[in-house]
């Protein structure tokens, strides 16, 4: 059966930015080719929303070798989507561990809500796991501080350009789960080993411009700004906040060590990351 593909949603939870920037660029392609397409950030959607789409693609960065929890459970509680077509993404850093299977469980997701499966990806990027870096391991980021670049950018192009195929072929597509020993850790384990070895995770008053971000980022409510705190016990070590704080101003360490946040990793190796051009005409 064929499919006109009119209305496509381009889906992402992203903490520093680097996979919303590959999803705007899929949307954009999508546009490119007389296809209405929204990009939203999860924590904004109304998930009531998502069968009014004619394909849906969703991507997030892995995340303690897994999807974000906090999209598993968005997308399980979604409606049916009753056959539309479905695609998953996801970005890892350096290089990476565990994408594919990350990948493939983000699409089982959609395809479990009804979806149609027509595609999956992995976009490399820098690793933004505060600690590596916190920890004398600048070299390890900074070999992948190109990323993401052109190349990846034309794969990102390629994947939608083949996603929208598929979808208007209704041809749908199957992989298979490739081993990897962390999978057997992935997410809650993997999280809670993560927070036994972190220390202090608060907020320094005296730093702080009460700007908010670190609570916009936040993906499970963990942050008070009233009290300058974070509720450790809720928090799932994203990293969001510290990641994120243009202030350095989250108190955090890690193995003894302080952490600083990716946003101060920029400033100190000045890195920019170059946009694709689809969005620099927009920018």
Request: charged letters at 25%.
């Amino acid at each position: 059966m064929k499919r006109d593909p009119r209305r496509a949603l381009v889906l992402t939870y992203s903490q520093t930015g680097q996979t919303q920037l590959y999803g705007r660029l899929i949307a954009a392609v999508l546009k490119n080719d007389g296809i209405k397409a929204v990009a939203a950030d999860v924590r904004d959607f109304d998930m009531a929303a998502l069968p009014s789409f004619d394909l849906v693609m969703v991507g997030v960065p892995v995340f303690y070798w897994d999807v974000p929890g906090n999209v598993i459970d968005a997308l399980n509680s979604a409606p049916r989507l009753g056959g539309v077509p479905v695609a998953s993404f996801v970005t890892y850093g350096g290089h990476g561990g565990n994408q594919h299977n990350t990948a493939r469980r983000l699409l089982m997701l959609l395809w479990r809500r009804g979806g149609l499966p027509v595609g999956m990806e992995t976009f490399g990027a820098m690793s933004t796991f505060a600690p590596t870096w916190s920890m004398g391991n600048e070299g390890r980021i900074l070999s992948f501080r190109h990323r993401p670049d052109e190349e990846t950018y034309d794969r990102a192009r390629r994947y939608a350009a083949a996603v929208l195929d598929r979808a208007r072929r209704s041809a749908a597509v199957s992989y298979r789960k490739e081993f990897f020993p962390a999978d057997l850790i992935r997410g809650g384990p993997s999280i809670a080993l993560n927070k036994i070895i972190t220390g202090r995770h608060t907020i320094d008053a005296s730093a702080c411009t009460g700007c908010g971000v670190c609570q916009k980022k936040c993906p499970v409510g963990a942050i008070d700004l009233d009290t300058f705190s974070v509720d450790t016990k809720r928090c799932i070590s994203c990293l969001g906040c510290i990641n994120n704080c243009p202030a350095n101003a989250i108190d955090m360490t890690y193995m003894g060590k302080k952490v600083y946040g990716f946003a101060e990793f920029k400033k100190r190796h000045a890195i920019s990351v170059s946009l694709p051009k689809e969005l620099k005409r927009k920018s």
